[in-house]
C-alpha cells in the first residue's frame, strides 16, 4: 500500500506511488514509449483503433478492431521482446473510422456554430469526445445533429481550477503601493464561515490584492482590511471576501519541489533560545535562524509593539506579516506568528496567542 505521507511530488500524487517510485516508473515509461514507437507502423489504422500506455501495469494497450490481425504483431520480428507489453482489447472503432466520426462533427460544427466546444478522438474510450455546455441554447442544434454519431458528450463545468487562486501563508500581498506577505488563514468561533487573512498591522491599506513571489504585480483581489492595530501588538486582519480565493493552512516554500508546501499542524510550540526559527514572506521567501530573544519591543513613530519575539534570521522589506514557524517534520510545521521588524542581523515577531487574546482569530490548521 502507499503511503500517502510520502506522495509529495506532483507525479507521485498523480501515479499514487511513493517519492522514491518516481525513477522506477520513469524508467517503465520510457521503456514503453520506445515499445510503442516501434509498434506504431505495424498497426494498420483500418484494423487497429490505437494504443494507450499505462506505465502503473507495464501495459500497452492495443485496441483491435479486426483480431486475425493479433498475430501478425505478435510474430512480428522487432515485437519480440516486447510482446510481454502488450494486451489486446477488442473495440468497434478503428482509427480510420474514429477520424471519420470527428470530421463528420467538424462538419456539423461549421454547419450550427456551437459555442465554446472542447473534442478530441479519446483512443481510450474508442470514441470522440466533445466538452460543451448542453444547456446552452445555441448549442442545442448542433448536439441534435451529431447524436447520429453517437459521441461522448460530456457537459463542460465552469473551470474553476484555473479561476480560483490559491493563498498560501507567505505569499506575497499588496495595497495601493505597499507589499507585504500573508501570515496564516484564520477563523473565529462567532463567524465560522468567515475567513479572515492575517498579516502585519503596519502594512495596513484599505484592500488587498495576491502578488505572488517574484513579481510586483497584483492579481486576485482579497478583501478589505477589518482591523489593524501597531499598539500594543502588530497585527491586520483582511476578510477574504472575494469567493474565487482559496485560503489553505500551508506555508509557502516552492523554492523546493520536495516539500514546496509546508503543512500548517499546530500552533503557539514552546519556543527557547537557541532553537530554530523560519520564517516565510514576498522578498526574501523561506529563511531560518536561531531564537534570540522574548518579551522583547519595538518603539516608532506612533508606539509600541511589546512581546516580540526576536530572531537572527534575515528579513527584509515586503517580508512583513509573513508567516513565521518551527519545523517538527520535514513538511509539518508549528506557527508562532508574523514578521513584525527587522533590522540588518534581527528580526522581530508577533505571536498567534497576542494576536488572538486581541482579535479572537484562531489559525486554521490541516
Aim: charged letters at 20%; proline letters at 4%; hydrophobic letters at 40%.
Amino acid at each position: 500500500m502507499v503511503d500517502t505521507a510520502d506522495l509529495n511530488e506532483p507525479l507521485a500524487k498523480f501515479w499514487k506511488i511513493n517519492d522514491d517510485e518516481i525513477p522506477k516508473y520513469l524508467d517503465i515509461e520510457n521503456k514503453l514509449i520506445d515499445a510503442n514507437k516501434k509498434l506504431i507502423p505495424l498497426l494498420n489504422s483500418s484494423s487497429f483503433g490505437g494504443t494507450f500506455i499505462n506505465a502503473k501495469t507495464s501495459t500497452i494497450h492495443i485496441f483491435t478492431v479486426d483480431d486475425s490481425k493479433i498475430l501478425d504483431i505478435l510474430f512480428a520480428p522487432d515485437m519480440q521482446s516486447y510482446i510481454d507489453y502488450f494486451t489486446f482489447d477488442t473495440v468497434l472503432n478503428s482509427l480510420d473510422k474514429l477520424n471519420i466520426l470527428f470530421n463528420q462533427i467538424i462538419e456539423s460544427a461549421k454547419q450550427f456554430k456551437p459555442l465554446n466546444v472542447l473534442m478530441f478522438i479519446d483512443v481510450e474510450i474508442n470514441n470522440v469526445t466533445l466538452y460543451l455546455n448542453t444547456d446552452l441554447r445555441v448549442n442545442i442544434p448542433f448536439i441534435n445533429d451529431i447524436k447520429k454519431y453517437k459521441p461522448n458528450i460530456q457537459k463542460r463545468e465552469p473551470r474553476t481550477a484555473a479561476i480560483n487562486d490559491v493563498i498560501l501563508s507567505g505569499e506575497g500581498i499588496i495595497g495601493y503601493n505597499k507589499s507585504c506577505s500573508a501570515g496564516y488563514w484564520a477563523k473565529t468561533i462567532r463567524k465560522p464561515n468567515d475567513d479572515y487573512l492575517v498579516t502585519a498591522g503596519h502594512c495596513v491599506q484599505d484592500f488587498f490584492f495576491i502578488s505572488p513571489w517574484n513579481t510586483k504585480n497584483k492579481t486576485e483581489f482579497i478583501g478589505p482590511v477589518l482591523h489593524h492595530s501597531t499598539d500594543p501588538y502588530d497585527f491586520a486582519v483582511i476578510n477574504i471576501t472575494n469567493q474565487d480565493i482559496i485560503p489553505r493552512a500551508v506555508i509557502r516554500n516552492t523554492d523546493v519541489s520536495e516539500y514546496a508546501g509546508l503543512i500548517i499542524k499546530r500552533f503557539n510550540p514552546t519556543i527557547n533560545s537557541g532553537v530554530h526559527i523560519c520564517k516565510s514572506g514576498h522578498t526574501t521567501h523561506l529563511t531560518c535562524g536561531y531564537t534570540r530573544g522574548f518579551n522583547g519591543i519595538y518603539i516608532h513613530e506612533k508606539g509600541t509593539v511589546k512581546n516580540l519575539l526576536f530572531s537572527d534570521g534575515i528579513t527584509m522589506r515586503g517580508d512583513s506579516g509573513g508567516a513565521v514557524f518551527r519545523y517538527f517534520q520535514l513538511n509539518m510545521v508549528s506557527l508562532i506568528g508574523v514578521v513584525s521588524v527587522g533590522a540588518k542581523g534581527v528580526s522581530g515577531f508577533t505571536l498567534v496567542e497576542d494576536i488572538y487574546s486581541q482579535s479572537g482569530l484562531i489559525p486554521v490548521v490541516n
